[in-house]
């Protein structure tokens, strides 16, 4: 008797079409990678504007972005951004008229790194009682920090790929692929120097990059 080579994709997806919810990974790690078709996320053109900065034990990450709206009354609940190397804690910066109801900048808290207008990110736009319209469009700086240093092989000049996540109020995700500009331009021995705000971080409830 020959025995027969089983097809375990085959396999698989008849026993998810018949009800029972389980991961494919040919399936559903590719469906990760397509972009949203009702976002449409890209970065400006100036390359050097979008980064993953090494700085002060972490990563400072800036990203310039377009986000056009293609569906009608969508919030914003939060953003998330996923890295190609573990990062156990991720943070955005918070809207400087949060923390002290005067300020108009946001800052990473670092002489090393630029400060930015208030009316140039759009952190603040996570923000579920803000409704967009469909053919509406945001422009601006996304700015985080991570507690993780960029690994020693993404080298200074090189490319990083990241995915943007962007929740809606429901909690729907809405991805899209970029690449930040790697730079290890600040002084190493700033760049890792102790006392800065990512060495004991609090941890986001949940855990995640949202």
Aim: glycine content about 8%; some cysteine.
């Amino acid at each position: 008797m020959k025995n027969k080579t089983i097809d375990h994709l085959d396999l698989a997806r008849r026993i998810r079409a018949a009800g029972c919810p389980i991961h494919i990974e040919e399936d559903d790690d590719k469906a990760r990678s397509i972009p949203s078709k009702e976002l449409r996320v890209y970065l400006t053109a100036g390359v050097n504007e979008s980064r993953a900065i090494d700085w002060s034990g972490g990563t400072a990450f800036v990203v310039h972005l377009v986000i056009t709206i293609n569906v009608p009354n969508f919030a914003i609940s939060a953003f998330g951004l996923e890295l190609p190397w573990k990062n156990e804690y991720f943070y955005w910066l918070e809207d400087p008229l949060q923390i002290d109801g005067n300020s108009q900048r946001y800052r990473f808290g670092s002489g090393f790194l630029p400060e930015f207008d208030r009316h140039q990110v759009i952190n603040h736009y996570a923000d579920v009682t803000r409704i967009f319209l469909a053919g509406q469009s945001l422009k601006g700086f996304l700015l985080g920090h991570g507690s993780e240093p960029i690994p020693e092989e993404f080298r200074h000049g090189m490319m990083a790929p990241v995915f943007l996540v962007v929740y809606d109020q429901q909690g729907r995700e809405y991805r899209a692929p970029l690449k930040l500009l790697v730079d290890r331009s600040l002084p190493r021995s700033r760049a890792r120097r102790k006392g800065s705000l990512l060495d004991h971080p609090d941890p986001i409830p949940g855990g995640g990059s949202r």
